[in-house]
């Protein structure tokens, strides 16, 4: 009802905001059970996304899961990492060069890989140390924790077999994490390595000295450095390029050393 003003007299305007109040109240929670249920079919609770499994206690080894892209220090040191292998021709290759130079890296192996391909590896990483990029490089962050542990178990017993040494160190493959990736790593005990700088073969096609300036150019200290010693024929820029790229940071000062070495080193700052 409205006053000889025109306007709507106080009563109506509290009853009728109660009801607009009432309504929204209304939708907030048909919202919430609607969100419930499309989440329960995604699933969300349970599932990729989810960082627990269920209500009971959660086996997670030491209980936390460091999460790294690079360490914070002011000594001129960088990880060079590998990811994908090994196979027979590009990772024989990778160490070759990094014996010829002395130079320490971090693989981050797949497991099926590393079983059919044990002999690529086996006695060839005594500078080195190995990580774990799940058993057959799939999107790990589209699957549940039960999945994922499984997943991750599988391949840490194939690379401990083929290299002679257990992975201490994750990574998985894309850098897609998903709760359940969080989950399953601190089930393991893994710390969680991602990447501060990543090789940009697609930048330098037949250039491997430009490749190889580039990335000098943009290593800073405590960097963590994404290459691969498996996948298209683009990529063997980055590693035609590796002894420029190697004498190029020597040349600034840079010292190679492996992911728990940098990690060692970031821990003491």
């Known amino acids: ?28 929670v048909a919202m919430s ?39 914070r220090t002011a000594d001129p040191l960088v990880a060079l990492t590998f990811d994908d292998g090994p196979r027979p021709q590009w990772t024989t290759r990778v160490l070759d060069t990094l014996d010829r130079y002395a130079v ?15 002999g690529v590896v086996h006695g060839r990483l005594g500078r080195h140390e190995v990580g774990n990029h799940s058993w057959a490089h799939r999107d790990l962050a ?29 990574r998985p493959p894309y850098g897609h994490l998903g709760g359940a990736v969080l989950h399953a790593a601190a089930r393991l005990d893994y710390r969680l390595v991602l990447w501060t700088l990543q090789m ?11 490749h190889a300036r580039r990335i000098v150019g943009d290593v800073r200290p405590g960097t963590i450095l994404l290459a691969h010693d498996v996948g298209t ?29 940098l990690l060692h080193a970031g821990a003491e700052v």
């Open 1 to 28: 009802m409205a006053d000889d003003g025109g306007r709507l007299g106080r009563r109506t305007v509290l009853r009728r905001s109660a009801l607009l109040a009432g309504g929204a109240a209304v939708g907030a």
């Open 33 to 71: 059970e609607s969100t419930w249920i499309a989440d329960r079919r995604l699933p969300l609770a349970g599932g990729p996304a989810s960082a627990t499994l269920g209500n009971r206690f959660q086996q997670v080894g030491a209980g936390a899961v460091a999460v790294v892209w690079g360490v």
């Open 104 to 118: 320490p890296a971090t693989f981050f192996l797949v497991g099926e890989r590393a079983r059919r391909y044990a």
């Open 142 to 170: 589209r699957m549940d924790a039960a999945a994922v542990h499984d997943d991750l178990s599988r391949s840490h017993d194939a690379i401990t077999a083929a290299a002679g040494v257990a992975p201490r160190l994750v």
């Open 200 to 210: 940009v073969e697609s930048e330098f096609p037949d250039d491997p000295a430009g």
């Open 233 to 261: 024929r683009r990529r063997l820029v980055a590693l035609d390029g590796l002894p420029d790229m190697i004498a190029g940071l020597r040349g600034r000062g840079y010292r190679f050393v492996t992911v728990s070495q």
